[in-house]
């Protein structure tokens, strides 16, 4: 895009953000929530320094963050389906053979222990151990860009070994999931290979 006006650039943008959200429409059943989903991520590529529900209901221009909390809670549509096109649309625009995949874990502070994984444990955004979730990403990286395409909850031995814990946080029997966060960074590599992101996925 080298030389290209700011005009064209920007539509450009507003051209690939009209795809990446007809991509998404078929994952929900009722238009308004289809909607809802595109504003919610309208907030998310927004300048707001800190990305609240208010902040992103009111870049959407609505009364409340009822709807933008809707999507991330009530709503009923599949993450997974939506990270398999998040992956696909990365490989069309950023593939190539010397690509890599990158893993890394970071922590989400909290309070309480209801939130799924919550424990005393150590991380990096904090620089100690402290109450918080961890997870695990990984990210598709070539020489056109990078991209998110994975991620997986990493769930502590004392959430494991307590099924009525794992009840309660409505915890799925079922990927996206794991007890030690190097078999989730192996399953982020694996699931890179079987869907065709990557040919070698080493870490050191």
């Given at each position: 895009?080298?030389?290209?006006?700011?005009?064209?650039?920007?539509?450009?943008?507003?051209?690939?953000l009209r795809d990446v959200k007809a991509r998404m429409r078929p994952l929900f059943s009722q238009e308004r929530v289809a909607v809802s989903a595109g504003k919610f991520l309208?907030?998310?590529?927004?300048?707001?320094?800190?990305?609240?529900?208010?902040m992103r209901?009111?870049?959407?221009?609505?009364?409340?963050?009822?709807r933008q909390q809707a999507i991330l809670g009530r709503g009923r549509w599949d993450a997974d389906a939506l990270r398999e096109m998040v992956r696909e649309y990365a490989?069309?625009?950023?593939?190539?053979?010397?690509?890599?995949?990158?893993?890394?874990?970071t922590g989400f502070l909290k309070q309480g222990k209801a939130s799924c994984g919550v424990a005393r444990q150590y991380t990096g955004s904090a620089g100690k151990i402290t109450n918080c979730q961890i997870g695990v990403f990984a990210s598709y990286v070539s020489r056109h860009g990078y991209a998110f395409i994975d991620r997986?909850?990493?769930?502590?031995?004392?959430w494991t070994d307590d099924a009525d814990r794992l009840k309660a946080a409505h915890v799925p029997g079922r990927g996206g999931l794991c007890n030690e966060a190097a078999d989730c960074a192996a399953n982020d590599c694996t699931s890179a290979r079987r869907k065709g992101a990557l040919r070698v996925c080493g870490g050191g």
């Open positions: 895009m080298a030389g290209a006006s700011v005009e064209t650039t920007l539509e450009l943008w507003a051209s690939s309208d907030g998310l590529l927004g300048n707001e320094p800190r990305k609240t529900g208010w209901a009111e870049a959407a221009g609505d009364s409340g963050p009822w490989l069309e625009t950023l593939a190539e053979e010397t690509a890599v995949l990158v893993v890394d874990e997986e909850l990493y769930l502590p031995k004392e």
